[in-house]
C-alpha cells in the first residue's frame, strides 16, 4: 500500500533551518509529482491543508507558494524514493505540521505529519 513517511520536523529559533524528508513506498516513486503541504495550529476545522510546494516526477519543475518561494526548496532522490524540503529563514509563522502528499489515480494520499515549531 501506499506509504509517505514524514521526518526532519523539530523546533527552532527564527531565523534557522530545518530539512524535511518523506520516504515514499508502494507505488512507482519516478512517476509521480509529490508536493509539501501545512497545517497550522488552531486551525478552523475543515480548512483545507495549505500548500507549501511541489515538484514534478523528474524534479524539473518546481513550484512554490509565494510566502515561502525564497526560503524553501523542494528536491528529491529518485533512486532513494524520497522528497526534501530543504527549509531557510524559518519564521514563526512557518509553525505548522508539515504533511508529504501525492496524487495517484485521483487520489491523494498523506503522511502523518512532522511538526515545525518556530519560536524564539
Known amino acids: 500500500q501506499v506509504q509517505l513517511v514524514e521526518s526532519g520536523g523539530g523546533s527552532v529559533q527564527p531565523g534557522e533551518s530545518l530539512r524535511l524528508s518523506c520516504a515514499a513506498s508502494?507505488?512507482?516513486?519516478?512517476?509521480?509529482?509529490m508536493g509539501w503541504f501545512r497545517q497550522a495550529p488552531g486551525q478552523a476545522p475543515g480548512k483545507e491543508r495549505e500548500?507549501?510546494?511541489?515538484?514534478?516526477?523528474?524534479?524539473?519543475?518546481?513550484n512554490y507558494q509565494e510566502s515561502v518561494k525564497d526560503r524553501f526548496t523542494i528536491s528529491r532522490d529518485n533512486t532513494k524514493n524520497t522528497t526534501y524540503l530543504e527549509m531557510n529563514s524559518l519564521k514563526p509563522e512557518d509553525t505548522a505540521i508539515y504533511y508529504c502528499?501525492?496524487?495517484?489515480?485521483?487520489?491523494?494520499?498523506w503522511g502523518q505529519g512532522t511538526q515545525v515549531t518556530v519560536s524564539s
Open positions: 508502494g507505488f512507482t516513486f519516478t512517476t509521480a509529482d
Open positions: 502528499n501525492t496524487l495517484l489515480k485521483n487520489r491523494n494520499y
Open positions: 500548500w507549501v510546494a511541489g515538484i514534478s516526477s523528474t524534479g524539473a519543475i518546481k
